[in-house]
């Protein structure tokens, strides 16, 4: 069957995912670890090699970022990046 109509699609899309999925029951787990609110993120130590393998994950095939420049460039280009990279990414103090 072809459904054509917006709220046929809707109700079909429903039906299954009502079908598959699981009930909340409003429990919420308890976690083994917990971090006290006072507590701070001091220090990121971000290593070249770190950059390296981060810009080896991006995907060459979508389209530009905010900075108008093509992940395709930072691939091509990382091995001369990624040290200046990293150490720029050194200076940034954790707030």
Do not use: W
Request: some cysteine.
């Amino acid at each position: 069957m072809i459904l054509t109509h917006s709220t046929e699609k809707a109700n079909a899309f429903n039906r299954y995912f009502s079908s598959v999925a699981v009930r909340d029951n409003g429990l919420v787990p308890l976690c083994c670890m917990s971090a006290e609110l006072n507590e701070t993120l001091k220090f990121v130590n971000i290593k070249e090699e770190d950059v390296n393998r981060s810009i080896v994950k991006l995907k060459s095939s979508v389209s530009v970022g905010p900075d108008n420049l093509p992940p395709l460039l930072f691939k091509k280009v990382r091995r001369s990046i990624s040290r200046a990279l990293a150490m720029q990414y050194a200076k940034y103090e954790i707030v």
